[in-house]
């Protein structure tokens, strides 16, 4: 099946040591979301691939970078994690920007972060 | 940013019908209703969505007022699968089709 899919499902790391989380699509969707999403919250967008085309949304903060080396696959780089960037990290894919059907997002199971 | 309000909690019954509101009421003439669900533990599924027109598929219906300043997401026969966190979200449907998530409603299903 056509799926997102999200490695680790669970991932530990200490305080300012970075890490990567990464995020791989069968859909051949061009667009490759990541959000966060902390314990009883919805999930917050940081930012977002058109196929090669990054955008950041404003409140996101510079700690945080992406990349997205080909079609498949996207990563979500945490540059000096702290405590309050444990979360859960949701990846999302979409066809396109035009509304509707186009836009719907096809999440993966998502990655637990925890900073010790 | 358009806006949605939903209840933070509703309960229902097993096999009963599920009624979830959502209030948009600075819903532009191009955005999209979309709905989405989160299960415990897993990431957001879409559930529907709709633009002027009710809609219905194999997961739930949608019925969207007249004036589209409302929308209800309609379970028809609740299962015990279907307690989740429900999202209403405005989809732009423009340059940026960001989905901008709200709070959503707890929906708790009783057996």
């Known amino acids: 099946d056509a799926m997102v899919i999200q490695n680790p499902r669970y991932q530990v790391t200490q305080f300012g040591k970075p890490v990567t989380l990464s995020c791989s699509q069968t859909l051949n969707h061009n667009v490759m979301y990541w959000y966060q999403q902390k314990s009883s919250q919805a999930p917050k967008l940081l930012f977002h691939?058109?196929?090669?085309?990054?955008?950041n949304e404003a409140d996101t903060p510079d700690n945080f970078q992406s990349r997205r080396p080909n079609t498949s696959f996207c990563f979500l780089d945490i540059r000096s994690p702290g405590l309050g960037d444990a979360a859960m990290y949701l990846c999302?894919?979409?066809?396109?920007?035009?509304?509707?059907?186009?836009?719907?997002?096809?999440f993966g199971p998502g990655t637990r972060l925890t900073v010790l | 940013d358009a806006k949605t309000t939903q209840p933070n909690s509703m309960e229902s019954n097993e096999e009963e019908p599920v009624h979830l509101p959502c209030n948009h009421s600075?819903?532009?003439?191009?955005?999209?209703i979309h709905w989405y669900r989160q299960l415990p533990s897993q990431g957001p599924e879409y559930v529907i969505h709709g633009l002027t027109s009710n809609v219905n598929n194999r997961m739930a219906s949608l019925a969207i007022a007249e004036d589209r300043k409302s929308s209800t997401l309609i379970l028809h026969r609740a299962t015990l699968r279907d307690a989740a966190v429900y999202y209403c979200?405005?989809?732009?449907?423009?340059?940026?089709?960001?989905?901008?998530f709200g709070k959503g409603t707890k929906l708790s299903v009783k057996p």
């Open positions: 600075t819903i532009s003439g191009t955005d999209y």
């Open positions: 691939y058109y196929d090669k085309d990054f955008n």
């Open positions: 999302a894919t979409s066809r396109d920007y035009r509304g509707g059907i186009y836009n719907e997002q096809f």
């Open positions: 979200i405005l989809d732009y449907g423009g340059s940026q089709g960001n989905l901008i």
